[in-house]
């Protein structure tokens, strides 16, 4: 009997195939677990418009110090950006997303998200996408068009910041024309001059107005592009088979904004709750009310849809805190979807 045929060598053998098939199946286990956990996974996009140095009245309009408490929020928490394209890869299996992310977008191509939101993202380790209404952008910077009163990006501006890779750019059509059937007309022109005028592949688009019925979403298919955000205010979940071309976003509202919040005694028929009151002396926002006590955070029922400055007032539960086991709280202020805190 050959050195191959002794019962040595055969056990040998034996040890060791059982042994890589083990690791082969405990790897497969694994890998099969890490896909499942990719399923179902919340991706909140956030919706911006307008970074400027103040703002007003605009509901659109994020001043450049409340968008860097953002985006030191979004770090404490563990969030880390990725871009639209990111999610089409994920589904083609060709990526692993990270436990939690978010995708950072901003409507319009104006300018002031260059000049002020794109060094706070590269301070911050952030990514985002900008879309551009194309029909608005002018060639050179004396020729330079307005949006609402707030000048957009150029073409050289635009070319220069796509390449630096911290603000991508997409399609926000050519004209954001109101009308769905306008807007189909004009998906391949807008991604043509911005493939034309940046050099890169364009695959990403935003829906005017958040409008999106389904020829409108068919032609943006045709036009080549792989996702499309809407403007229907909700946390995005991903799977293999969600929807690109119609991709929710939460609307990040701007404005000027000053919260006070204080903890009130109840009024008799409110028994023994724990009571807060809040106002907003500024532009009235969506907010929701969450108590912490320690490191336990209880949200109001419902979100308020405005806080303006008329006070409202804010209920727990007594038996709710007492079960905490805490004599020490506070009164935080969220957007309804818990991404961005407001305050303090």
């Given at each position: 009997m050959g050195p191959r045929g002794s019962p040595v060598i055969r056990h040998t053998l034996q040890v060791a195939t059982g042994t890589l098939v083990g690791v082969i199946v405990a790897a497969g286990g694994?890998?099969?677990?890490?896909?499942?956990?990719?399923?179902?996974?919340?991706?909140?996009?956030?919706?911006?418009?307008?970074?400027?140095?103040e703002a007003g009245d605009d509901v659109w309009a994020v001043e450049a110090e409340e968008f860097e408490r953002h985006l030191i929020w979004l770090r404490k928490q563990g969030?880390?950006?990725?871009?639209?394209?990111?999610?089409?890869?994920?589904?083609?299996?060709?990526?692993?997303?990270?436990?939690r992310p978010v995708i950072i977008t901003f409507d319009d191509g104006l300018e002031n998200v260059l000049r002020l939101a794109e060094?706070?993202?590269?301070?911050?380790?952030?990514?985002?996408?900008?879309?551009?209404?194309?029909?608005?952008?002018?060639?050179?910077?004396?020729?330079?068009?307005?949006?609402r009163n707030d000048p957009v990006m150029t073409w050289a501006e635009i070319?220069?910041?796509?390449?630096?890779?911290?603000?991508?750019?997409?399609?926000?059509?050519?004209?954001?024309?109101?009308?769905?059937?306008?807007?189909?007309?004009?998906?391949?022109?807008?991604?043509r001059l911005l493939r034309e005028h940046t050099g890169a592949e364009i695959r990403d688009f935003c829906y005017p107005y958040g409008a999106h019925p389904p020829a409108l979403v068919e032609a943006v298919r045709v036009a080549g592009f792989r996702t499309a955000m809407i403007c229907e205010d909700?946390?995005?979940?991903?799977s293999r088979k969600m929807d690109l071309l119609r991709i929710p976003r939460i609307s990040v509202y701007g404005g000027r904004h000053r919260f006070v919040v204080e903890r009130v005694p109840p009024l008799p028929e409110e028994g023994d709750a724990i009571v807060f009151s809040g106002r907003?002396?500024?532009?009235?926002?969506?907010?929701?009310?969450?108590?912490?006590?320690q490191d336990r955070r209880f949200p109001l029922a419902d979100p308020i849809e405005r806080l303006g400055p008329e006070?409202?007032?804010?209920?727990?539960p007594r038996a709710m805190v007492d079960e905490a086991g805490a004599t020490t709280m506070r009164l935080e202020l969220w957007d309804r979807h818990q991404v961005l805190r407001l305050y303090p």
């Open positions: 694994w890998v099969l677990g890490l896909d499942r956990a990719q399923q179902q996974r919340s991706v909140p996009v956030l919706m911006y418009h307008n970074i400027t140095e969030y880390r950006s990725i871009r639209p394209s990111d999610l089409v890869q994920a589904a083609r299996r060709c990526r692993w997303l990270p436990r060094p706070l993202l590269k301070k911050y380790g952030f990514t985002a996408t900008a879309y551009v209404i194309t029909g608005l952008v002018a060639g050179a910077g004396e020729n330079r068009r307005l949006y070319a220069a910041m796509d390449r630096r890779g911290v603000i991508r750019v997409g399609s926000h059509s050519h004209t954001h024309s109101r009308f769905p059937n306008i807007v189909a007309t004009e998906a391949a022109k807008s991604r909700r946390v995005a979940v991903f907003n002396d500024g532009l009235p926002v969506p907010i929701l009310p969450v108590l912490v006590i006070p409202q007032r804010w209920r727990w």
